[in-house]
């Protein structure tokens, strides 16, 4: 178990000097890609078929040189070299642990862990929930997912122990109203789950348990696992039903956990782990590296530092994010960020990148006369359309037939304004639109 740096950092590194920050990613990066070139069979080949030599890479800058990582390679990797493919860069007796991704594709990807991989992801993980207000000695309800090998079941059980933090993992699977009683009878601090997951157990929670879920004493909920966690309106609804304080965090699969968290400034995710992970920013069409400056928006690129089992250089992540400061009160020196949607999610209306979610924020400063659920409904195959987006939004039960002209034009209005792009909007009743079983809420619906 290890402990905290302060009560404001788990860790030393996350209020170094940029400086010194670049100085040990550039001795890291150094260190990794001769790691990578000795033993990774597919940088290897990756960086004889670039002419890529590695003992000419010294710095995160001359990382633009080298080739992206596409998933397709990972899953191609898989297939051609199993267990864990030919990016398997450690000794299969090394090996002590694989974790599954869901796969936006269907088919799952495998990333193996060493024991010290299993160190960095706690390390990361920490750093995370951390910054998120969770501390040693919280009792946590688990309420993301727990099962098929995903990493937000047994790995965020190992961080809330390497923490201190007594996990009891229940799972998102269980349900609300197992989850529920769990909560009744356990009386955690904190909670994590994915934030549309949270608010719904939140609104189950006066029917189950016969009271309002902020009677229950809870003091800080963790939410990640889809975009929208940072949305204004989505915090304020958690923060309001629970009771408690709502922060984001972001990750993914192939380098942690988490290696994103939300401090109490609650304005965007600190990047904290600068010892373990490279993030470049670049421009989703042009491959070129963006400075992770005030507003500059891209795609999250990664590379793993003194990783062992399945290392990744320049992995493309299709996590598209926009940056939301550069400093903070907190002390933490690494940016901030928000995920505005998946590269894979985005549409293109009429010509125009468009992020599903970016719709339901402006849906969302629409409550109370909205419960704030929409989908787009897309009668189109792929992501490109040239016809107005059909929307439905849920309006609330008491609107009245000018309150419901207003709302659809309202919508309309604001969705044309921020984003160029006309939409359609058909009112639905109140809590007529499926709310998240356990995992992700699709913001398209395929019709
Ligand atoms: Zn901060």
Known sequence: MAVPFS????????????????????????????????????????????????????????????????????????????????HLAADRSEVVQVQASSGTTGSPSYVGLTPSDIQQWCEMG???????????????????????????????????????????PVG????????????????????????????YLAEQTPEVLGAAASTFGVRALSVGGEPGGGLPAVRDKLQGLWGATSREMLGGTDFGVMYWGECEAQDGMHFHSPDLLVAEIIDPETGEVLAPTDGAEGELVYTALGRQASPLLRFRSRDNVVVTGTDCACGRTGYKIRCVGRTDDMLIVRGINLFPSAVKQLVSEFVPVTTGEMRIRADFEGHTTQKP??????????????????????????????????????????FSLKRPDHVKVQLVERV
């Open 126 to 168: 920490a750093r995370a929930l951390y910054a998120n207000g969770f501390r040693p000695g919280d009792w946590m309800l688990h309420a993301l997912g727990m099962s098929k090998g995903f990493v937000g079941g047994l790995p965020v059980v190992q961080i809330a122990q390497y923490m201190g933090i007594v996990d009891i």
């Open 389 to 430: 987006l059909h929307v439905v939004v849920e309006a609330a039960d008491d609107l009245d037939e000018a309150g419901r002209a207003a709302l659809v034009a309202g919508v309309e209005g604001r969705v044309r304004s921020a984003l160029n792009v006309k939409v359609t909007v058909e009112l639905l009743p109140a």
């Open 7 to 86: 009560d404001r950092v788990w860790s030393e590194i996350e209020t170094i000097d940029p400086a010194d920050a670049r100085r040990i990613q550039d001795e890291r990066l150094q260190q990794q890609v001769a790691y990578l070139a000795a033993r990774s069979a597919l940088y290897r080949e990756k960086f004889a078929a670039h002419g890529v030599d590695p003992a000419r890479v010294r710095t995160v800058e001359d990382l633009a040189d080298l080739p992206f990582t596409e998933k397709h390679e990972l899953r191609e990797s898989l297939a051609s070299t199993p267990p864990l493919g030919a």
């Open 172 to 199: 998102a699977e269980a349900g609300a109203d197992r989850l529920l009683r769990v909560l009744a009878d356990q009386r955690p601090d904190i909670l994590i789950g994915t934030p549309y997951f949270l608010a």
